[in-house]
Antibody, heavy 127, light 109 residues
Framework: EVQLVESGGGLVKPGGSLRLSCAAS????????MSWVRQAPGKGLEWVGR??????????DYAAPVKDRFAISRDDSKNTLYLHMTSLKTEDTAVYYC??????????????????WGQGTLVTVSS | QSVLTQPPSASGTPGQRVTISCSGS????????VYWYQQLLGTAPKLLMY???QRPSGVPDRFSGSRSGTSASLAISGLRSEDEADYYCAAWDDSLSGPVFGGGTKLTV
C-alpha cells in the first residue's frame, strides 16, 4: 500500500524558511516522479513543483509563484522527498501535500499529474 | 483564481444522478487528459478518474467521466451520502508546463 507521510510544517514569520519532509513507503520511491501540491485554507489545489527520477535527470520544475524561493530534493536512499521553502510570504500559508505522479508521454511532451497523496502538513506564515 | 472553472457547489438526493462540470481551454482540457479527485472532509484528495474516463481500482462504476472540446464532466449515479465531498478536476497545461486544477465543487447529498 502506498503511504506518504509529510512532516515539518508549523508557524513561521514572513521572510523565514522551512523544510518539509515526506516519507514514502509501499512502492519503489526511486522509480517515481514526485510533486508537491498545496491548498490554502478554504481554497482549491495548486501545484507547487515536481522532481524527476534520477534516470530522467533528477531535475526539478516549479510553479511561477514559488520559483526561485522553493526547492525540491529527494534522497532515494531514505525514501524521502523534501521541500525547502525560503523567503516565505503570508500567501504561502497552506496545507502542503506530497504526491506520486502519473507520468505520460503526450505528443512528445512528458506530462505529470498527481496520483497518490499524503495527509498533508500545515504551513502558516504569519508575524 | 483557478485555471480550470468548476461550479462551487452541487447537490442531489440519495439515488439521484448529478454531474459536475469543468471548463478549460485549448492548452489544457482541449488537448490533454482530464483527471478528477475526491476530497472527503478533512482528508487528502484521492484520484477518482484518470485519462478522462478511466477509474482506478476500487472506484465504483457509479462514477464516470467524459470530455468534449475544452470541457469535461464527472457524473455520479445512484448518489450516496458517502459521496458528499469536494471534487476537483485537473489537467496538464501546455502553456504552463504543469498540472492545473479547478477550484473545486462541494457536493452535498
Amino acid at each position: 500500500e502506498v503511504q506518504l507521510v509529510e512532516s515539518g510544517g508549523g508557524l513561521v514569520k514572513p521572510g523565514g524558511s522551512l523544510r518539509l519532509s515526506c516519507a514514502a513507503s509501499g512502492f519503489t520511491f526511486s522509480n517515481e516522479w514526485m510533486s508537491w501540491v498545496r491548498q490554502a485554507p478554504g481554497k482549491g489545489l495548486e501545484w507547487v513543483g515536481r522532481i524527476r527520477i534520477k534516470t530522467d535527470g533528477g531535475t526539478t520544475d516549479y510553479a511561477a509563484p514559488v520559483k526561485d524561493r522553493f526547492a525540491i530534493s529527494r534522497d532515494d536512499s531514505k525514501n524521502t522527498l523534501y521541500l525547502h521553502m525560503t523567503s516565505l510570504k503570508t500567501e504561502d500559508t497552506a496545507v502542503y501535500y506530497c504526491t506520486t505522479d502519473r507520468v505520460a508521454l503526450i505528443r512528445g511532451v512528458i506530462t505529470n499529474i498527481p496520483d497518490y497523496w499524503g495527509q498533508g502538513t500545515l504551513v502558516t506564515v504569519s508575524s | 483564481q483557478s485555471v480550470l472553472t468548476q461550479p462551487p457547489s452541487a447537490s442531489g438526493t440519495p439515488g439521484q444522478r448529478v454531474t459536475i462540470s469543468c471548463s478549460g481551454s485549448s492548452s489544457n482540457i482541449g488537448t490533454n487528459y482530464v483527471y478528477w479527485y475526491q476530497q472527503l472532509l478533512g482528508t487528502a484528495p484521492k484520484l477518482l478518474m484518470y485519462r478522462n474516463n478511466q477509474r482506478p481500482s476500487g472506484v465504483p462504476d457509479r462514477f464516470s467521466g467524459s470530455r468534449s472540446g475544452t470541457s469535461a464532466s464527472l457524473a455520479i449515479s445512484g448518489l450516496r451520502s458517502e459521496d458528499e465531498a469536494d471534487y476537483y478536476c485537473a489537467a496538464w497545461d501546455d502553456s504552463l508546463s504543469g498540472p492545473v486544477f479547478g477550484g473545486g465543487t462541494k457536493l452535498t447529498v
